[in-house]
């Protein structure tokens, strides 16, 4: 009987030991899968705000090169007037 007794109570221990860590090792995925879901909000995240940041600099681009096609026609405006006025004055 005692000898019974041992075994049940080996048994419960060790049904307990193993529920016990079965319930940590939940825990821990459970713990890893809220990093893992964190970290890949994080990412999306910083994912977007390139994507945002690339769209705006790409339009501040376009209105950069906007403004240097027109200095350029300027300079060409300019440098014809200059050159019709030396031809005015002679110069060349």
Do not use: P
Request: glycine share 6%.
């Amino acid at each position: 009987m005692e000898n019974w007794l041992t075994n049940l109570g080996v048994g419960v221990g060790a049904a307990v030991a193993g529920a016990y860590a079965m319930w940590r090792k939940v825990l821990a995925d459970n713990r890893e899968g809220r990093m893992n879901n964190t970290a890949d909000a994080a990412t999306q995240q910083v994912i977007q705000m390139l994507r945002d940041e690339v769209e705006r600099l790409s339009q501040r681009l376009a209105a950069v090169e906007e403004q240097n096609r027109k200095c350029e026609e300027m300079n060409d405006a300019l440098r014809e007037e200059v050159h019709q006025m030396k031809k005015q004055l002679h110069l060349f």
